[in-house]
């Protein structure tokens, strides 16, 4: 995998977990915590839980496709994704719109109050 693919894993991951972690398992939690937050080797994981780096690297891969199946299910990081890049959107075109000045900071307002939900 190449070093570009792997961070754009590990940040998927770290969203994931930002959003599901309550749902995992304590195993699951900790282990893609050390290997993904953290960046410990499989085999500081091992040392550490006193298994397998093969044990470590099958743990860490169900946690993945538990989160996976998390996101096609309850869609949330996606949902997150969209209203980002909308807020976004929103937010150049009251720059771009020409509202006189309080109509422009009103709807700015309003799209941080929005914004600050996440």
Do not use: C, W
Not at 60 to 83: P, Q, S
């Amino acid at each position: 995998m190449s070093q570009g693919n792997r961070l754009e894993k590990t940040t998927r991951i770290n969203l994931l977990f930002a959003f599901y972690e309550p749902l995992l398992t304590d195993k699951q939690q900790t282990f893609l915590k050390y290997y993904f937050h953290d960046d410990f080797s499989l085999g500081e994981i091992a040392a550490e839980f006193d298994i397998s780096r093969q044990a470590v690297y099958e743990h860490i891969k169900r946690a993945e496709v538990v989160l996976e199946n998390y996101e096609d299910k309850l869609g949330l990081l996606g949902k997150h994704e969209t209203r980002v890049r909308v807020l976004d959107e929103l937010k150049g075109f009251t720059a771009e719109a020409g509202l006189a000045q309080p109509d422009q900071e009103r709807l700015m307002r309003l799209i941080n109050q929005l914004r600050s939900l996440e």
